[in-house]
């Protein structure tokens, strides 16, 4: 039995889009020059290959995985629907830049309607969670004994973190702008790595504060009856 679920998130590096260039919609963003050589540092930093890799079908992840898979090239590979939160829908055209993009992103989130569904195919703020709420469901169900590592993206990151922290998982209004707030004071540079813990014990996951890798072995986990607690 798995004592302790040991789960990297890591958002994909600098991806054309983070750089202001223009892009083809959401998913086909590919890295940069220097994001790929954030993605060759993030496959070196692993003291040893993790169990399994999982990966966002969107381009910038997969090319950020792809690193870590060349240094691991025995490690199983997977991809999940842990892609971007897409809310914009067809208003992310193609040929377009984030600035561009930006008066549409403002107007979605400042109508703070968890429920609302942008450009006729974008995801609404609900199914976020829904989602971020399936994935965590769905690495407690794995049977693998060590790490698993997760290329995924930025507000998806931050999705899963605030439904832990909060215990949301059917947001209302008031909880949709509480999570704009909790955006506005998180940051997560690219390539950068957020772990969990799921102890067998515990009733949900536990967000690490700080990485733990230079450590060499997992530290002893304390028992609480939360299931996430910041110390």
């Known amino acids: 039995m798995v004592e302790i679920r040991r789960v990297w998130l890591i958002r994909h590096g600098q991806s054309e889009s983070n750089a202001g260039l ?20 993030m496959a070196a930093s692993f003291s040893e290959p993790p169990d399994l890799v999982i990966s966002s079908p969107f381009l910038r992840a997969r090319q950020t995985a792809e690193a870590t898979l060349d240094r691991f090239p025995g490690v199983p590979y997977e991809e999940w ?24 992103a403002a107007a979605y989130w400042g109508r703070a309607d968890p429920s609302h569904i942008t450009g006729g195919d974008g995801e ?37 973190l605030w439904t832990l922290l909060t215990g949301t998982t059917d947001p209302d209004p008031a909880a949709m702008r509480a ?5 506005g ?16 014990d515990s009733y949900g996951y536990r967000v690490v504060g700080g990485g733990t890798s230079h450590l060499g072995q997992t530290p002893t986990v304390q028992g609480t009856a939360s299931a996430v607690f910041l110390d």
């Open 22 to 41: 223009p892009t083809n919609g959401p998913g086909a963003a590919p890295l940069t020059e220097r994001g790929r050589e954030e993605a060759e540092r």
């Open 81 to 104: 629907p842990v892609e971007e939160f897409t809310y914009l829908g067809a208003l992310h055209g193609p040929q377009t830049t984030a600035a561009q993009r930006r008066p549409h």
């Open 124 to 160: 609404s703020f609900k199914a976020l969670i829904v989602r971020a709420r399936a994935f965590l469901d769905r690495l407690a169900d794995r049977p693998e004994e060590g790490l698993i590592a997760v290329f995924t993206h930025g507000l998806f990151m931050e999705a899963v």
């Open 179 to 183: 999570f704009i707030h909790f955006d």
């Open 185 to 200: 004071v998180c940051n997560i540079p690219n390539c950068t790595v957020t772990e969990l813990w799921r102890p067998t």
